[in-house]
């Protein structure tokens, strides 16, 4: 734990991207967010916690990226965004990893990666409300939480269950991104009912699927434009 | 080297005990290596005694014993130790950094299961400080 310490000692701000709910765009917005941050030259980290379906290196290309040893390990830069993932080393194969592995996972990664001097450190939460968001709360307890959340009601619910749980584990909430908008403003109705500020909406945009992996096709998304907006505000 | 992280974390820790209790000197660490983190003994110590250099703990004696990696099947409940040269090369080189892989690629000899608990032999660990 100490050793975890010391590694973030160096990060100025650790931002979790969550969600509670599974394919709302997560990994999409927070690996792109690092993108764009690192574009107006911040110095940024991303770490993909999902240890079950890691996806970070593949939006980024960075799929036979090793992070190098040097007294722990380095993470490799990928257009200027460092990153680190569980996916180096478990190649394509699955994590069957209960609560008390996942733990010891995290705790390992917090513990060997040298992130050095960071302005931001982005954190791709898995879907969920269990063993990860727990952990990062008790082990990371200034990260502040950014939650992502499509129109539909089954994802808005799940955010809820979120939130709650982040506000009494006196988590700091910066606020929710609506991903695959389409219109009407539900996600920016659910924010006012529950006093947390609303950032933003970005589109759902088709053109996203084809530059998974191709973060210079990425950025000249829509869905990059309007996501810009949004990081503009992370100050 | 990883092995330089474990140590920092082992040296910072007896540091910190040491000055926790008020010692002057450390005298003696006892340090369990779990089999699944295949830490290599002699690049350990060597770390131990570069970053002891200049601290209370520049003499201290550091020993070093080995747990085997004991898993235990969570289907078929079976129980196994994991041999180290029985592993790939690049398979023990991932488990090393991170002992969870283990998950990915190791499996119950007995009804071919990921799912098992490490029962013993992951991470490396402080069993003991003696302070002067």
């Given at each position: 734990?100490?050793?975890?310490?010391?590694?973030?000692?160096?990060?100025r701000?650790?931002?979790?991207?969550?969600?509670?709910?599974?394919?709302?765009?997560?990994?999409?917005?927070?690996?792109?967010?690092?993108?764009?941050?690192?574009?107006?030259?911040?110095?940024?980290?991303?770490?993909?916690?999902d240890?079950?379906?890691?996806?970070?290196?593949?939006?980024?290309?960075?799929?036979?990226?090793?992070?190098?040893?040097d007294r722990?390990?380095?993470?490799?830069?990928?257009?200027?965004?460092?990153?680190?993932?569980?996916?180096?080393?478990?190649?394509?194969?699955?994590?069957?990893?209960?609560?008390?592995?996942a733990?010891?996972?995290?705790?390992?990664?917090?513990?060997?990666?040298?992130?050095?001097?960071?302005?931001?450190?982005?954190?791709d939460?898995?879907?969920?409300?269990?063993?990860?968001?727990l952990d990062?709360v008790?082990?990371?307890?200034?990260a502040?939480?950014?939650?992502?959340?499509?129109?539909?009601?089954?994802?808005?619910?799940?955010?809820?269950?979120?939130?709650?749980l982040?506000?009494?584990?006196?988590?700091?909430?910066?606020?929710?991104?609506?991903?695959?908008?389409?219109g009407?403003?539900?996600?920016?109705?659910?924010?006012?009912?529950?006093?947390?500020?609303?950032?933003?909406?970005?589109?759902?945009?088709p053109?996203?699927?084809?530059?998974?992996?191709r973060?210079e096709?990425?950025?000249?998304?829509?869905?990059?434009?309007?996501?810009?907006a949004?990081?503009?505000?992370?100050? | 080297?990883?092995?330089?992280?474990?140590?920092?974390?082992?040296v910072?820790?007896?540091?910190?005990?040491?000055?926790?209790?008020?010692?002057?000197?450390?005298?003696?660490?006892?340090?369990?290596?779990?089999e699944?983190?295949?830490?290599?003994e002699?690049?350990?110590?060597?770390?131990?005694?570069?970053?002891?250099?200049?601290?209370?703990?520049?003499?201290?004696?550091?020993?070093?014993?080995?747990?085997?990696?004991?898993?235990?099947?969570?289907?078929?409940?079976?129980?196994?130790?994991?041999?180290?040269?029985?592993?790939?090369?690049e398979?023990?080189?991932?488990i090393?950094?991170?002992?969870?892989?283990?998950?990915?690629?190791?499996?119950?000899?007995?009804?071919g299961?990921?799912?098992?608990?490490?029962?013993?032999?992951?991470g490396?660990?402080?069993?003991?400080?003696?302070?002067?």
């Amino acid at each position: 734990m100490r050793e975890a310490e010391k590694q973030l000692s160096g990060v100025r701000r650790v931002v979790c991207v969550g969600s509670g709910k599974g394919g709302v765009g997560k990994s999409l917005v927070s690996a792109t967010a690092a993108l764009l941050l690192s574009q107006r030259s911040r110095r940024v980290g991303l770490l993909d916690l999902d240890f079950y379906g890691p996806s970070a290196h593949l939006i980024l290309g960075a799929w036979d990226l090793m992070p190098t040893e040097d007294r722990g390990v380095v993470p490799p830069e990928i257009h200027g965004v460092r990153l680190m993932s569980i996916a180096p080393y478990i190649g394509e194969g699955p994590s069957a990893l209960r609560g008390s592995d996942a733990t010891h996972a995290m705790l390992e990664l917090l513990a060997i990666t040298r992130w050095g001097e960071l302005d931001l450190l982005l954190v791709d939460m898995p879907p969920g409300t269990g063993d990860e968001i727990l952990d990062v709360v008790k082990f990371i307890p200034a990260a502040e939480w950014l939650v992502v959340s499509t129109p539909s009601k089954l994802s808005i619910q799940t955010v809820r269950r979120l939130l709650l749980l982040l506000r009494e584990t006196g988590s700091k909430i910066m606020g929710a991104i609506e991903n695959m908008a389409e219109g009407e403003a539900c996600v920016e109705e659910f924010c006012r009912a529950e006093g947390v500020q609303f950032l933003g909406s970005v589109p759902r945009d088709p053109k996203v699927e084809r530059a998974i992996g191709r973060p210079e096709l990425l950025l000249r998304t829509e869905f990059a434009r309007r996501l810009e907006a949004i990081v503009r505000k992370l100050k | 080297m990883h092995e330089w992280a474990l140590a920092e974390s082992v040296v910072l820790t007896v540091l910190r005990v040491a000055e926790e209790r008020n010692a002057a000197r450390v005298l003696r660490v006892r340090i369990k290596l779990g089999e699944l983190q295949q830490v290599e003994e002699e690049i350990f110590s060597t770390a131990l005694r570069e970053l002891s250099k200049n601290t209370p703990a520049e003499d201290a004696e550091f020993s070093l014993a080995r747990e085997p990696a004991v898993l235990k099947c969570n289907r078929c409940s079976h129980e196994w130790k994991v041999e180290r040269d029985k592993l790939k090369p690049e398979e023990a080189e991932l488990i090393h950094f991170l002992p969870e892989a283990a998950h990915t690629y190791l499996r119950c000899p007995r009804c071919g299961s990921p799912d098992f608990a490490i029962e013993s032999g992951r991470g490396v660990w402080i069993e003991s400080v003696e302070l002067g």
